[in-house]
């Protein structure tokens, strides 16, 4: 039985950010796109196709949170990895409590990522 390739979207206004952690991911099997703002990642007809989303709580436009307030409205929810150079510990309660898997701190170690998205997309 062939094992499905899992898909993770990266939503980032950092560009670096958007051509280094796709790398990274790939490296360790997974499918990767990268969205430059929550915008550009609802206006993609296919972002149901994703098994994850690595989501910035800081963007122009529609932050993180709001991006995934609006997924669950739709009833398009994923398991959300929040990434952010700067939450305070608030924050990173009050997003794990409404569901987030984890809230990464940048700079944040390919382990921390990998433990990330192994809670969020349990082998099976």
Same mark, same amino acid.
């Given at each position: 039985?062939? =094992?499905?390739?899992? =898909? +993770?979207? @990266?939503?980032?206004?950092? *560009?670096?950010?958007?051509?280094?952690?796709?790398?990274?991911? =790939?490296?360790? &099997?997974?499918? +990767?796109?990268?969205?430059?703002?929550?915008?550009? !990642?609802? &206006?993609?007809?296919?972002?149901?196709?994703?098994?994850?989303?690595?989501?910035?709580?800081?963007?122009? $436009?529609?932050? $993180?949170?709001?991006?995934?307030?609006?997924?669950?409205?739709? $009833?398009?929810?994923?398991? @959300?990895? !929040?990434? /952010? &150079?700067?939450?305070?510990?608030? /924050?990173?309660?009050?997003?794990?409590?409404? $569901?987030?898997?984890?809230?990464?701190?940048?700079?944040?170690?390919? *382990?921390?990522?990998?433990?990330?998205?192994? /809670?969020?997309?349990?082998? &099976?």
């Amino acid at each position: 039985m062939k =094992r499905v390739q899992r =898909r +993770v979207a @990266v939503i980032d206004d950092d *560009e670096s950010v958007r051509e280094s952690l796709p790398d990274l991911l =790939r490296q360790f &099997g997974y499918a +990767v796109m990268a969205f430059g703002s929550a915008e550009e !990642f609802l &206006g993609f007809e296919r972002r149901l196709d994703f098994h994850c989303l690595i989501l910035d709580i800081a963007m122009p $436009g529609m932050s $993180g949170p709001e991006l995934y307030r609006e997924l669950e409205t739709r $009833g398009e929810s994923l398991p @959300v990895i !929040f990434i /952010t &150079g700067h939450a305070d510990t608030d /924050t990173r309660s009050t997003l794990r409590n409404k $569901g987030a898997i984890d809230v990464l701190i940048k700079p944040f170690s390919a *382990e921390e990522l990998l433990s990330a998205l192994e /809670t969020a997309l349990p082998p &099976g």
